[in-house]
């Protein structure tokens, strides 16, 4: 087992050669995708004021076609007064005056009041098609760069790894497995021990497994931590 435990100790000092390589090759997707959901905030955000501000413009139609038929109605109600032949009929026709100069007075208020909403909201719209600019700019620059690192990284972890399989054939398929499977939990999955203790977890390891260690002739783990150790004599 020696041999295959000297191969495993090289195959884990390489790997963790490439370790911090490695992270930055997680981070690299993740924070992009972090930066394309801020982008897709910010565009849901800008449809939803643009919503708003076509709602605002239909509204200042609508009532701007109000507006338009009480002032017609107000001409009318005015020739109704001027042509009136009795009292009755002036009373009538004076309170059509004052029914379309009320409405009229009304929509005014109301024209204005949209008016405010469409400045403020043009306004603010124009801020988040200048946020949702940028955005997207730093994302496409961003995805530019981080292509280029990627590039980079993937040339030196080639460049630190190289032998690896060389290394992994020495070593039993089910210890690799092992190793493996231990290694995407915690970081130095293999632990070389000089004094006793578990560097990984820092415990002390039993005296009697220390001595079984320095046989080298089966895979031990850290009792504590489960991490593989190898006694630092059979790697020496
Ligand atoms: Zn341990």
């Known amino acids: 087992m020696r041999e295959e435990l000297v191969a495993l100790a090289k195959l884990?000092?390489?790997d963790d050669s490439a370790r911090d390589i490695d992270a930055e090759l997680k981070q690299i997707p993740e924070q992009l995708e972090e930066l394309r959901g801020s982008v897709q905030m910010l565009?849901?955000?800008?449809?939803?004021?643009?919503?708003?501000?076509?709602?605002?413009?239909?509204?200042?139609?609508?009532?701007?076609?109000e507006l338009k038929e009480r002032g017609e109605g107000l001409q009318r109600a005015r020739k109704k007064v001027a042509q009136s032949s009795n009292i009755r009929e002036a009373n009538a026709a004076e309170r059509e005056v004052d029914a379309n100069r009320r409405a009229i007075k009304e929509r005014e208020e109301e024209l204005?009041?949209?008016?405010?909403?469409?400045?403020?909201?043009t306004a603010s719209l124009a801020e988040?098609?200048?946020?949702?600019?940028?955005?997207?700019g730093m994302l496409q620059s961003r995805e530019e760069s981080t292509k280029a690192r990627i590039e980079e990284l993937d040339q030196q972890r080639g460049v630190l790894l190289t032998g690896r399989e060389?290394?992994?054939a020495k070593v039993p398929t089910n210890v690799v497995k092992r190793y493996e499977r231990l290694r995407t939990g915690i970081p130095n999955a293999v632990i070389i021990i000089k004094d006793g203790n578990c560097t990984g977890c820092r415990m002390a390891l039993p005296p009697?497994?220390?001595i079984?260690?320095?046989?080298a002739d089966e895979l031990h783990q850290c009792p504590?931590?489960?991490?593989?150790?190898?006694?630092?004599t059979v790697v020496d």
Do not use: P, W, Y
Request: aromatic share 2%; glycine share 2%; proline share 0%.
């Open 166 to 168: 060389l290394l992994v």
């Open 112 to 121: 204005g009041r949209i008016a405010e909403t469409i400045d403020a909201k």
């Open 128 to 136: 988040r098609e200048k946020d949702f600019e940028e955005a997207k």
């Open 224 to 232: 504590h931590c489960r991490r593989i150790i190898i006694h630092q």
């Open 12 to 14: 884990a000092e390489m």
């Open 208 to 210: 009697q497994l220390n």
């Open 43 to 65: 565009e849901s955000l800008l449809a939803q004021e643009r919503e708003q501000l076509a709602q605002a413009e239909a509204l200042k139609l609508q009532q701007s076609a």
């Open 212 to 215: 079984e260690l320095q046989r």
